[in-house]
């Protein structure tokens, strides 16, 4: 119990542990930072590790006079998305295989298989930038798309692409903002209100689903 709460003040109060962990630790900062990323986006066991609020918090420590470098942390974060994904998707693309030889498992269906390559087909350039934005899609977005077997040389420049747009929009809005008075004195709320745009792809799509089989419903 004391370690959730100790996870949970962490997640809430980034600003103030980053500037803790920073003095403490010096330059391995960066590298702790890149694992971290590297993790959230890279392994589907630790999707609820911080993405959105650990850039944001990094943007506004960088925007600091004795913070971290701004191109140096964009940098690096931005190498560990890309890696993350990509070692998600082999991942993915090596267990595919294995996983979906089990026919009467739920999750590893061969049908599931089929439906995720049809829609990475059709969609997956626009599914991995969008899922760079939303907690935890991210973290399986990846792997799905090994497993699905989409092309990966679109897979990697989507890759590419989501990781420069998720890096260097989400730090530089830390690095803008971050260091305004009523950011600060009310981080914790800032990092609800991150958490809460992030997950609204995901509320739209589940509104729509429900609409679709409600109408559905009533038609037949």
Same mark, same amino acid.
């Given at each position: 119990m004391e370690h959730l709460k100790d996870f949970i003040s962490i997640f809430l109060h980034l600003d103030q542990h980053l500037t803790e962990w920073t003095q403490l630790y010096g330059v391995w900062i960066y590298a702790i930072l890149f694992l971290i990323i590297f993790c959230e986006t890279g392994l589907v066991v630790t999707p609820i590790l911080p993405g959105d609020s650990l850039l944001f918090a990094v943007g506004a420590?960088?925007?600091?006079?004795?913070?971290? $470098?701004?191109?140096? /942390?964009?940098?690096?974060?931005?190498?560990a998305a890309v890696l993350g994904d990509t070692v998600n998707y082999f991942?993915?693309?090596?267990?595919?295989?294995? !996983?979906?030889?089990y026919k009467k498992s739920w999750f590893f269906n061969p049908a599931h298989l089929v439906k995720a390559h049809s829609f990475y087909e059709k969609h997956g350039g626009k599914t991995i930038v969008i899922a760079r934005f939303v907690p935890i899609v991210r973290t399986f977005a990846p792997f799905v798309a090994g497993i699905g077997s989409m092309n990966y040389r679109r897979f990697i420049a989507y $890759?590419?692409?989501? !990781?420069?747009?998720?890096?260097?929009?989400?730090?530089?809005?830390?690095?803008?903002?971050?260091g305004f008075p009523i950011i600060q004195e009310n981080?914790?709320?800032?990092?609800? !209100?991150?958490?809460?745009?992030? /997950?609204?792809?995901?509320?739209?799509?589940?509104?729509?689903?429900?609409?679709?089989?409600s109408a559905s419903r009533n038609s037949s």
């Open positions: 420590l960088a925007a600091k006079p004795d913070g971290l $470098n701004l191109g140096v /942390i964009m940098g690096l974060l931005f190498v991942i993915g693309s090596w267990i595919g295989p294995k !996983a979906f030889h $890759n590419v692409a989501g !990781a420069a747009l998720w890096i260097g929009s989400i730090v530089m809005l830390g690095y803008i903002f971050g981080f914790t709320l800032v990092i609800f !209100a991150i958490i809460g745009f992030s /997950i609204l792809p995901i509320v739209y799509e589940w509104w729509k689903h429900r609409r679709s089989t």
